[in-house]
C-alpha cells in the first residue's frame, strides 16, 4: 500500500499560532540495517520476526519531534472548541482519570509533560489541524509543511541513532510512542505498512503498532515490545509525536476543512488564483467577486455610487469565512464579523461594555447535528425572528453540478422513493403540494432525460442568529420529451423537499478523483462547514450553482433573464449587509 496517497487527507496551512517547543524537532539521517539488527523474538502480541531474518530496511532521513506536550495539545484543543464546539471538543479529550484531566486542563502542573490518554485516530487530528496552522506558504506544489506519526523503522532509527551519540532522549522511557504502522501478521516486514480503518471495518482491522517500554510495561529488552492497539481506543501510557515533512508537498485539502476556520489566508488567495473575477452593478451599488465552478470563491468587495467601500470579505463555496466588514456611505465602519464557519462567528465590531453581553452576542450559533438517518437538522427558527423573508424559484442545470446529475443518481433515487413509497409526488399543476400522484401514475410516465431541476426555497433573516438563512421546499425533476416530433421540457412531479431528505441522504459524494468521500474521522461529518458527504449535504450548504427564475411578490411570482437571475443572487447579499447595518444603528 501507498501511504502517501493515503496521506492526501492530512494536510494544508497558515496561522500565527505559537505551538513549537524548544528543539521540538531532530534530524535524523538516512539509515540502512538488517531487521536482525533490531528485533529479537517478540511477544504473542507483537509482530512475529524471526532472529534469523536478514531483510535490509532502509530509512531515508526524517524529523522527529518530541513528545507533544499537554501545553501543545490544549492549544488544539481550545482552538476545536472555539471553532466546532462542544462535542467534537468533548472527542478529542484524552481519556484519563477524572482528577488528573481536570488538573491537566486548568492548571500549568503537567504543561511540560508528554499527553496521554490520546487515541491513534485524535493523533492524526491533531497532526491535520497543526498542518492548518504551521503553514505559511502554499502554492500549486501544495503544502509546504507535512506532519504524520513516526513509522515503526522511524522511531527505531531514531532510538538507535541517539543511544549512538549517547544524546539526551524521551524515547522508550516514562511513555510508549503510537507509530503510524497497522498491525497485520501478513506485512510483518513491511515497515511502511500502513492503513486508516473505517468504523465498519473488523476490530482486527483497527490495531496499530505502539513501540518503547514505558511505566505500565518495563521489558528487558524494549524490541520486545512493539505490541499493537486499537486505534480509536486511549491509553495512559501512550503518548504521540510527529515527523515533520518539508520537500514533499501534499495539496488535497478536503479532510482539513474542519480546521480552518479562520487560519484561511493563504488557502483563499490560492483559490482565487483559479477563480474567474467579475463585477456586476446593482442599484447604483457595484461588486467584485471571484467565481469558480459557479461557486463564490475568494474575495467579495462592494461600492456605494460615490465610491466609498460599502463591504468586503471571503467566500469559499458561496459560504462566508474569515473576516467581513462593512461601512456606511460615508466611510464610517459599521460592522465587523470574523466567521470561523459560514454559521459561527464572533463580532469584533461594534464591541459592547458588558463582557457578558459581548459574550452571549457571539454565542449565536447554529450547532449542527446529524438525525438518525444521516441529515443534518436544520435549527428552529420561530416566526417572530424572522426579520425579512422572500421566496425563490430556482434552476439546477448539469455541468457545474456534477455530483447531482452523476450517473442520473438523483432522479433515480426520487423514482426508488416513490416505488418504496418513502416519498409521495404531487402533480405539477401546481406547486403548492396539494393534488398528490398516485405511484402507479407517476411511475407510467413516459420519461425522457432528465436535463434540470427545479427549486422552490425560502431565504429569510434569522433574528436570532444573526444569519440569512435559506431552506428549500420543493424539487421538480424537468425533463426533455419528444412530443409531435419537437423537444419539450416537461415537470415530472413536484416533491416536499423535507421529505426527501431521507432518500438523499443515501447517496454519497465524490471526490475530484471520482472516488467516494470516505473520511476515517467520521465525527467531523457533524461540524459546521465540513465538505458536504452527501446530495442533502450539498443542499444544504449550498454548494451549487442555480439560476434564480423567479421571486414572490405581491403581485404574485415574477419570473427572471438570466442577467436578472444574477442581479437578484447578489441583492440577497447586499440585503444581509443593510440588515446588519440596520439592526447595529442606534
Not at 531474518?53 to 490544549?74: A, G, N
Not at 469565512?321 to 466567521?339: A, F
Not at 415574477?558 to 444581509?576: A, D, G, L, V
Amino acid at each position: 500500500m501507498n501511504y502517501k496517497s493515503t496521506l492526501f487527507s492530512w494536510l494544508l496551512f497558515s496561522s500565527t499560532l505559537s505551538l513549537a517547543q524548544k528543539n521540538e524537532f531532530k534530524h535524523f539521517q538516512e539509515r540502512e540495517a538488517t531487521t536482525a539488527d533490531w528485533f529479537g523474538l517478540s511477544s504473542s502480541e507483537a509482530y512475529v520476526y524471526s532472529v534469523n531474518q536478514r531483510d535490509t530496511v532502509s530509512v531515508s532521513s526524517f524529523e522527529m519531534s518530541s513528545f507533544i506536550t499537554w501545553k501543545q495539545y490544549k492549544i488544539f484543543l481550545e482552538d476545536v472548541k472555539r471553532m466546532l464546539g462542544n462535542e467534537p471538543y468533548s472527542a478529542l479529550l484524552p481519556k484519563l482519570p477524572a482528577d488528573h484531566l481536570s488538573e491537566c486542563l486548568t492548571t500549568k502542573t503537567f504543561d511540560k509533560l508528554p499527553v496521554t490518554g490520546v487515541s491513534w485516530t485524535n493523533a492524526g487530528e491533531y497532526c491535520k489541524w497543526r498542518m492548518v496552522v504551521d503553514n505559511t506558504e502554499f502554492d500549486d506544489n501544495g503544502l509546504h509543511i507535512s506532519y504524520r506519526l513516526p513509522f515503526l523503522g522511524e522511531w527505531l532509527s531514531a532510538n538507535d541513532q541517539l543511544e549512538g551519540k549517547g544524546k539526551k532522549h524521551d524515547l522508550n522511557r516514562t511513555y510508549a510512542d503510537w507509530t503510524l504502522n497497522s498491525m497485520d501478521e501478513s506485512m510483518q516486514f513491511d515497515f511502511d505498512y500502513f492503513y486508516t480503518a473505517h468504523a465498519n471495518d473488523h476490530p482486527s482491522m483497527k490495531r496499530k503498532m505502539v513501540i518503547g517500554a514505558n511505566f505500565q510495561y518495563q521489558f528487558s529488552d524494549f524490541r520486545q515490545y512493539s505490541q499493537s492497539f486499537y486505534q480509536d481506543s486511549s491509553y495512559a501510557h501512550i503518548g504521540f509525536r510527529l515527523v515533520r515533512e518539508i520537500e514533499e508537498p501534499f495539496s488535497y485539502l478536503e479532510d482539513l476543512q474542519p480546521y480552518l476556520g479562520d487560519h484561511y489566508a493563504d488557502l483563499w488567495k490560492t483559490e482565487q488564483e483559479f477563480a474567474s473575477k467579475k463585477s456586476i452593478i446593482l442599484d447604483g451599488i457595484s461588486m467584485n467577486y471571484y467565481e469558480d465552478y459557479g461557486r463564490l470563491n475568494g474575495n467579495y468587495s462592494s461600492y456605494y455610487s460615490n465610491g466609498k467601500l460599502k463591504a468586503k470579505g471571503l467566500f469559499y463555496k458561496n459560504q462566508r469565512v474569515g473576516k467581513w466588514e462593512v461601512w456606511d456611505s460615508l466611510g464610517v465602519k459599521q460592522i465587523e464579523r470574523n466567521y470561523v464557519s459560514a454559521y459561527r462567528f464572533t463580532q469584533s465590531y461594534p464591541k459592547l461594555k458588558d463582557k457578558q453581553a459581548n459574550l452571549l452576542r457571539d454565542s449565536r450559533i447554529i450547532e449542527f447535528q446529524r438525525n438518525e438517518v444521516g441529515n443534518i437538522s436544520y435549527p428552529f427558527v420561530q416566526e417572530r425572528a424572522v426579520l425579512w423573508s422572500q421566496r425563490y424559484w430556482s434552476r439546477i442545470e448539469p455541468g457545474e453540478n456534477l455530483q447531482i446529475f452523476r450517473n442520473d443518481q438523483l432522479i433515480n433515487a426520487l423514482i426508488e422513493g416513490v416505488k418504496n413509497e418513502n416519498i409521495k409526488p404531487y402533480d405539477t399543476n401546481s406547486d403548492e403540494f396539494r393534488d398528490s400522484l398516485s405511484k402507479e401514475d407517476f411511475l407510467k410516465q413516459n420519461r425522457g432525460k432528465v436535463i434540470a431541476f427545479e427549486l422552490k426555497s425560502d431565504v429569510f433573516y434569522d433574528l436570532d442568529r444573526a444569519l440569512m438563512c435559506t431552506r428549500p421546499i420543493g424539487i421538480c425533476p424537468i425533463v426533455l420529451d419528444t412530443i409531435d416530433g419537437e423537444a419539450v421540457e416537461q415537470k415530472l412531479a413536484w416533491f416536499y423537499f423535507p421529505h426527501t431528505r431521507s432518500v438523499l441522504s443515501n447517496i454519497q459524494c465524490f471526490t475530484e478523483n471520482d472516488m467516494i468521500l470516505n473520511s476515517s474521522s467520521s465525527r467531523w461529518k457533524n461540524a459546521p462547514g465540513t465538505s458536504p458527504q452527501t446530495i442533502d449535504d450539498l443542499f444544504f450548504f449550498r454548494d451549487f450553482k442555480e439560476i434564480i427564475t423567479g421571486v414572490s411578490s405581491a403581485k404574485g411570482r415574477t419570473y427572471f433573464t438570466p442577467e436578472e437571475s444574477e442581479r437578484e443572487f447578489f441583492r440577497q447579499i447586499e440585503t444581509e449587509h443593510a440588515l446588519w447595518m440596520w439592526l447595529e444603528s442606534k
